[in-house]
């Protein structure tokens, strides 16, 4: 994983690059500045930048020069509403809004990726294709990608994501499920408010809560299958303003994360029975609201084995991981081209998402090298066949 000399120029810019972006994150669809910064530093290097309607983020592409296959590499570019606390020199300079997944890292190590593709461009067997995604926090940025007809007649796509939980100089990787599916559920309760001296004047919504999230309890231990994982969290509950008044409303909101599409179906169906069968025991209007998020990340075998290998012959440490509960939007460039998604240790100490998170800068570019040795060898072992 050392910096050849040769390399150091690239490695010094890629990491002032990341610094900037830290600096100054953007929201997901607000990416303009970003967007800009990656236009300019590619442009620079003379790196073709496809034509799409994409409001921000952008596809860039090398190769082409020998006829072949098509490779995606992906990378997201968008921030979160977090005020930083990381404490870095590089803090950011807007508030409440802060690079806490990495994306400064991903998009900056595919930055890197492309500029050394573009210095063996007349070498590749075929074309690479690099996302800059943005939107990745709302799960609707894949889709708005895939709609402007990017990934056609790709044969494959590779996407990393740094992880905190493992440490610098190890990728890691997984068949099958590596990401769950996320989708966010409301329920809107209208009852009937009264006094609190006399609730049998009115349907009191707190005691039609207090049901309602103990027997949405029930939909993991006794719908869900022991061998499927799945997860359902009630994160709000809202009703309420005054302490001798029963209120008219209540509402409530949480999170479904899942890794299999059979488990998703049957709790989001599990789920509508029993705001229906709550809704008709009391007697009141229960509204629910299912907003389906990104599916899990399934990953192809054949190239996490590739993925792996290569992460070898690059000196990081290759790991068989977990699955993790996270989301990633990825998923759903998955339904389109087969493909894998890594997971980069970033050295922590701090989880995802968090006010301090922070990555080691070390990391990344030999991140960079691995995403462009991905992408040449992919081209490589597809154009062999």
């Known amino acids: 994983m050392k910096t050849a000399p040769q390399h150091a120029p690239l490695a010094q810019f890629i990491q002032a690059f990341r610094h900037d972006l830290h600096q100054n994150p953007e929201l997901s669809n607000q990416e303009f500045e970003t967007t800009k910064k990656i236009r300019a530093a590619l442009e620079k290097e003379g790196i073709r930048i496809l034509d799409l309607p994409l409001k921000t983020g952008l596809v860039a592409e090398v190769g082409g020069v020998q006829d072949g296959p098509l490779v995606i590499v992906r990378s997201d570019i968008d921030a979160l509403p977090i005020e930083e606390e990381s404490g870095v020199a590089f803090t950011s300079q807007r ?61 494959a796509i590779f996407g990393i994501h740094n992880d905190p939980t493992l ?45 309602l999230i103990s027997a949405v309890q029930t939909i993991i231990s006794r719908t869900v299958p022991a061998d499927d994982t799945a997860v359902v969290s009630i994160t709000q509950v809202h009703s309420g303003s005054t302490w001798n008044v029963i209120p008219d409303t209540a509402y409530v909101e949480g999170t479904v994360r899942t890794f299999s ?24 209007e229960l509204e629910f609201i299912w907003h389906a998020g990104p599916p899990s990340v399934v990953n192809t075998p054949e190239w996490v084995d590739f993925a792996l290998r290569v992460a070898d012959e690059e000196g990081f440490e290759a ?14 460039y998955q339904q389109k081209l087969p493909g894998t998604f890594m997971m980069v240790g970033s050295g922590g100490p701090f989880a995802l998402h968090h006010p301090k998170f ?27 066949r």
């Open 319 to 332: 790991r068989r991981v977990d699955a993790s509960p996270i989301g990633e939007d990825f998923a759903f």
């Open 167 to 211: 440490p610098v100089g190890v990728v890691g990787g997984k068949d099958g499920a590596l990401t769950a599916g996320v989708d966010r559920f409301e329920i809107k309760i209208a009852a009937k408010g009264c006094h609190a001296a006399k609730p049998h004047e009115g349907n009191d919504p707190i005691i039609i809560l207090g049901q």
């Open 95 to 155: 508030q409440g809004v802060m690079h806490a997944c990495g994306h400064d890292f991903h998009s900056s190590a595919a930055l890197g990726a492309a500029i050394l593709l573009k210095g063996i461009e007349s070498e590749l067997k075929g074309t690479v294709r690099i996302l800059f995604q943005a939107a990745e926090e709302t799960g609707l940025g894949a889709p708005e990608v895939i709609a402007t007809g990017a990934l056609d007649n790709a044969a």
């Open 261 to 284: 599409q059979a488990a998703r179906d049957v709790i989001e169906q599990r789920f509508r029975q029993i705001v229906a069968g709550i809704a008709s025991t009391f007697g009141a």
């Open 358 to 384: 922070r990555v080691d800068d070390s990391a990344l570019f030999p991140t960079a090298h691995y995403l462009h040795q991905l992408a040449k060898q992919s081209l490589e072992q597809l154009a062999s």
